[in-house]
C-alpha cells in the first residue's frame, strides 16, 4: 500500500494548507517536540490517504482536519496527564476550526476522531473516519521513522537505550520506562493486531517486520554476539 500522488480536490487543498498553519501556529506556541511535529502531522495525512484509497465513502475532509489537529495539546508521555492529552486537542480544535468558518456539521466528526486517536486515552474508535485517523497515527509509530521517533522520545524522558546485559528481556520484566528497545514489545508490536482497517493492518505489519529484524539486530551488537 503507498500513498496516492493524486492531486487534492481544491476544497481540500485549500483546507490542508489553512490546517497546516492553524498547525504550526499551535506547535509554536509548545516547545519544540521532533517527534509530534508538523512533519508528523503531514505523515500522518499521507498515511490517512493511502488508507482513504481503500475506503471511498469516508469524509475525507473530517480525516484530513483530525490528522492535522490531533495533537494541537501535546502532553509528554510520561506526564500524567497524558491520557487527557487527545481530549484536550479534540477541545481546542473545534474552538478554532469554528473560528476559522469549517463546516459546523463535520465539527463533531472532528473532535471525536481526534479524541479516539490515542492510545492512552483507550476511546472507541466509533466512525470510519476515527478508525482511519488512528490507523494513520500509530502508522507513524513503526517502521523506520517510527523506530527514529521511538528513541527520540526515550531521550527526551531519560531512559537508556537497553539494558546492559539483557536487551531481550529474557530473564526480566520489560519496562519501556527504563529502557527504549523495550518498547518495540510492551507497545509497538501491539499495534498490527490493534488496527481498526484491513488496510492499515497489512502496511503496519510490514513495518513492524523491519522493527523486529533491527531489535534482534541491535541486541546482537549490544551483546558482541554479531
Same mark, same amino acid.
Given at each position: 500500500?503507498?500513498?496516492?500522488?493524486?492531486?487534492?480536490?481544491?476544497?481540500?487543498?485549500?483546507?490542508?494548507?489553512?490546517?497546516?498553519?492553524?498547525?504550526?501556529?499551535?506547535?509554536?506556541?509548545?516547545?519544540?517536540?521532533?517527534?509530534?511535529?508538523?512533519?508528523?502531522?503531514?505523515?500522518?495525512?499521507?498515511?490517512?490517504?493511502?488508507?482513504?484509497?481503500?475506503?471511498?465513502?469516508?469524509?475525507?475532509?473530517?480525516?484530513?482536519?483530525?490528522?492535522?489537529?490531533?495533537?494541537?495539546?501535546?502532553?509528554?508521555?510520561?506526564?500524567?496527564?497524558?491520557?487527557?492529552?487527545?481530549?484536550?486537542?479534540?477541545?481546542?480544535?473545534?474552538?478554532?476550526?469554528?473560528?476559522?468558518?469549517?463546516?459546523?456539521?463535520?465539527?463533531?466528526?472532528?473532535?471525536?476522531?481526534?479524541?479516539?486517536?490515542?492510545?492512552?486515552?483507550?476511546? +472507541?474508535?466509533?466512525?470510519?473516519?476515527?478508525?482511519?485517523?488512528?490507523?494513520?497515527?500509530?502508522?507513524?509509530?513503526?517502521?523506520?521513522?517510527?523506530?527514529?521517533?521511538?528513541?527520540?522520545?526515550?531521550?527526551?524522558?531519560?531512559?537508556?537505550?537497553?539494558?546492559?546485559?539483557?536487551?531481550?528481556?529474557?530473564?526480566?520484566?520489560?519496562?519501556?520506562?527504563?529502557?527504549?528497545?523495550?518498547?518495540?514489545?510492551?507497545?509497538?508490536?501491539?499495534? +498490527?493486531?490493534?488496527?481498526?482497517?484491513?488496510?492499515?493492518?497489512?502496511?503496519?505489519?510490514?513495518?513492524?517486520?523491519?522493527?523486529?529484524?533491527?531489535?534482534?539486530?541491535?541486541?546482537?551488537?549490544?551483546?558482541?554476539?554479531?
Amino acid at each position: 500500500m503507498q500513498a496516492t500522488t493524486r492531486p487534492l480536490p481544491p476544497e481540500l487543498d485549500a483546507w490542508r494548507h489553512r490546517l497546516a498553519a492553524l498547525a504550526a501556529a499551535a506547535l509554536a506556541e509548545q516547545g519544540p517536540d521532533g517527534a509530534h511535529d508538523l512533519t508528523h502531522f503531514e505523515r500522518v495525512w499521507r498515511n490517512a490517504q493511502a488508507l482513504l484509497a481503500h475506503y471511498p465513502q469516508a469524509d475525507a475532509l473530517v480525516v484530513l482536519a483530525a490528522c492535522y489537529l490531533h495533537d494541537l495539546v501535546n502532553v509528554p508521555k510520561d506526564d500524567p496527564r497524558r491520557s487527557s492529552a487527545s481530549r484536550l486537542s479534540a477541545g481546542l480544535a473545534r474552538e478554532r476550526l469554528a473560528a476559522l468558518g469549517f463546516r459546523a456539521d463535520k465539527l463533531a466528526g472532528v473532535a471525536h476522531a481526534i479524541e479516539a486517536h490515542s492510545f492512552s486515552a483507550a476511546v +472507541p474508535a466509533t466512525t470510519l473516519e476515527a478508525r482511519i485517523v488512528q490507523d494513520a497515527d500509530r502508522l507513524d509509530g513503526l517502521g523506520a521513522v517510527g523506530l527514529a521517533r521511538m528513541f527520540y522520545i526515550a531521550g527526551r524522558m531519560g531512559s537508556a537505550l537497553a539494558h546492559g546485559a539483557d536487551p531481550l528481556a529474557r530473564g526480566r520484566p520489560l519496562d519501556d520506562k527504563a529502557y527504549a528497545l523495550d518498547h518495540i514489545d510492551t507497545k509497538l508490536a501491539r499495534l +498490527p493486531g490493534m488496527m481498526q482497517t484491513d488496510a492499515g493492518r497489512a502496511l503496519a505489519e510490514r513495518r513492524l517486520a523491519m522493527l523486529t529484524e533491527f531489535r534482534a539486530a541491535f541486541a546482537a551488537e549490544w551483546t558482541g554476539k554479531d
